[in-house]
């Protein structure tokens, strides 16, 4: 469908594709001033990774609801010059104190307003020790330098935005009850209004300690205790030695192969890549290019409703529990999709179990004039973590505690219940969706990701089948969302971008359609045209984002 895209560039949209000169690049983010970053850092010589390491620091700072050096995430990482893909581990991982029943009264029942807020719904965090080695084993300037925007931004401050204040009014009760995160985030204890201008001039500090001392300046010395002193105060449980023991891990990504491409995506701990090439491996028994909509809908709804249930039954940290290697095989995705009915929709209760978590979160693409390539899928999980700041540190904490199951068939802050797999004990790490990807064939190249929670699989899915089929990156960005996630049962629709009648057609088949009162998602991506260099790049018209190509100076 690479001929299909070229062709709709020239004509739908006026534009004539040119061949790209070798200095392109592209960077796509959640906010403008991080897409400056990256760009600016790019522009000073540096790689993909600098560029990475930039637009991670800079987030942290302008869009602190959505991650930060308090949270974690995953960098997908491809290197030009060995032609090898990577995924850099930097989740947050469970304090040595933390026990699976953490979480549950005298009665043994699930209190999850300690999983939520405070530091004691608090993983240790893997976005400092992210970008130190990104920074050491991949990128090619110092540190300093890569952090210098983001130090900037912390120290001047940033005009608060619709997201922001909208966030910040979503979590201002918690915000409200701890004095640092007041300080930080709020004015006079209320939301700012947009525009007003953030300054955080621990974090720069913070961020100067990480430049100076690299991992050091924030897993030991005077930040470290800081931070075990602050969360401690407040009924937290870190240590010292928790802090001075977080490594980030390097794993192999998830592959897989859907019409031709291949799909390289995020491995355990988080379950975005197997769930997502679980779902296309059964789409593969079907011809998608040559069905009507609904149809279509149909059976991706199916795929999805399948391959969800499988994350709940048996997904969990692979270095804690043993996960069956079939779940991404070509063969198991052939028995499953033998179990859809082409025309009426599976109840869930016949295909029997359990499922996810969090809301936030933020997502990057970026791509260089060498062909060095990150995908960054980063978080604190619910807008703005745990709301806790530590004092002295200018460092939100992150409430990725409850992407753990906190007791069997408990059911998390979207109403959905966890199992064994993924149970809470000591250094493991939580269960996530996010779900940063490469998709390629000789022809062309997509770097795709988002933010969404649990929807984040199934959003990500649904921009690989779009790409595949010819679209735009403008086109995939924007296109309405549908998610199933197999529990609950039903089809969950955005408000905008579905019209009664397909709506109608669906239920017909026996789905149980869930009309959203909002949109979802954050998306940025870029597409290259591996032919002549071509870039384009586009940001969800959801969000507040930048997707910027341009060609650097030499
Ligand atoms: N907290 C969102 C995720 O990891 O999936």
């Not at 790019?42 to 609801?65: C, I, K, S, Y």
């Not at 604190?380 to 992150?398: E, H, I």
Request: charged share 20%; hydrophobic share 40%.
């Amino acid at each position: 469908m690479y001929l299909l895209r070229l062709l709709c560039l020239s004509f739908c949209l006026g534009f004539n594709p040119v061949w790209a000169s070798e200095h392109d690049v592209a960077v796509a983010t959640a906010h403008p001033l991080a897409t400056q970053a990256g760009i600016e850092i790019l522009q000073q010589g540096g790689n993909a990774f600098d560029a990475a390491v930039a637009v991670t620091a800079a987030l942290a700072v302008v869009e602190p609801a959505g991650s930060g050096l308090g949270g974690g995430g995953f960098w997908l990482l491809h290197q030009a010059e060995t032609n090898k893909d990577i995924m850099l581990d930097g989740r947050e991982m469970a304090p040595g104190k933390a026990s699976a029943d953490m979480y549950l009264n005298k009665q043994g029942e699930f209190e999850q307003s300690r999983s939520l807020n405070g530091p004691l719904a608090a993983g240790i965090p893997g976005v400092p020790a992210g970008i130190v080695y990104l920074s050491k084993h991949y990128g090619k300037l110092p540190l300093k330098q890569s952090l210098a925007p983001a130090i900037r931004y912390a120290l001047e401050g940033f005009a608060a935005g619709q997201h922001y204040t909208d966030m910040a009014r979503f979590r201002l009760p918690v915000l409200k009850q701890y004095a640092a995160s007041r300080q930080q985030f709020l004015k006079d204890g209320q939301v700012p209004s947009a525009g007003t201008i953030i300054k955080q001039p621990d974090l720069a500090n913070t961020l100067n300690s990480i430049a100076e001392q690299g991992k050091a300046g924030f897993y030991q010395g005077e930040i470290a205790e800081r931070l075990v002193q602050a969360v401690q105060q407040h009924g937290g449980i870190w240590t010292l030695d928790d802090l001075q023991r977080y490594e980030v891990k390097l794993r192999q990504p998830i592959k897989g192969h859907y019409q031709g491409y291949t799909i390289t995506s995020a491995t355990l701990p988080s379950s975005g890549g197997i769930v997502m090439v679980n779902a296309l491996n059964q789409l593969s028994a079907f011809d998608l290019a040559d069905t009507d909509i609904t149809q279509k809908r149909h059976l991706v709804i199916e795929a999805m409703r399948r391959a969800y249930r499988d994350r709940s039954r048996f997904l969990g940290d692979a270095d804690f529990v043993a996960i069956p290697d079939y779940l991404t095989s070509v063969d198991y995705g052939k028995q499953l999709s033998d179990t859809i009915d082409p025309v009426h929709a599976t109840p869930s209760s016949d295909v029997a179990d359990k499922a996810i978590e969090g809301e936030d979160t933020t997502h990057f693409s970026i791509l260089d004039s060498q062909g060095n390539r990150v995908a960054a899928t980063l978080s604190v999980n619910y807008p703005f973590g745990s709301g806790f700041v530590a004092q002295g540190t200018g460092v939100l904490l992150n409430d990725e505690m409850d992407d753990f199951s906190a007791s069997s068939g408990a059911a998390n802050v979207y109403g959905l219940v966890g199992n064994e797999a993924n149970a809470i004990a000591p250094y493991k790490r939580p269960l996530s969706s996010m779900t940063p990807t490469f998709v390629e064939n000789d022809d062309e190249l997509l770097i795709t990701g988002t933010p969404g929670g649990s929807r984040i699989i199934s959003m990500v899915l649904l921009s690989v089948l779009d790409f595949v089929e010819g679209k735009t990156a403008q086109a995939i960005v924007a296109a309405p969302r549908y998610h199933h996630q197999y529990l609950p049962d039903e089809v969950q629709v955005e408000s905008v971008g579905f019209s009664e009648q397909e709506l109608n057609a669906l239920k017909q088949r026996g789905h149980h359609i869930n009309p959203l009162s909002r949109q979802y998602g954050d998306m940025h991506i870029i597409i290259q045209d591996k032919h002549n260099g071509t870039l384009s790049a586009a940001s969800d018209p959801r969000g507040e984002g930048q997707a910027t190509v341009t060609t650097l100076k030499k």
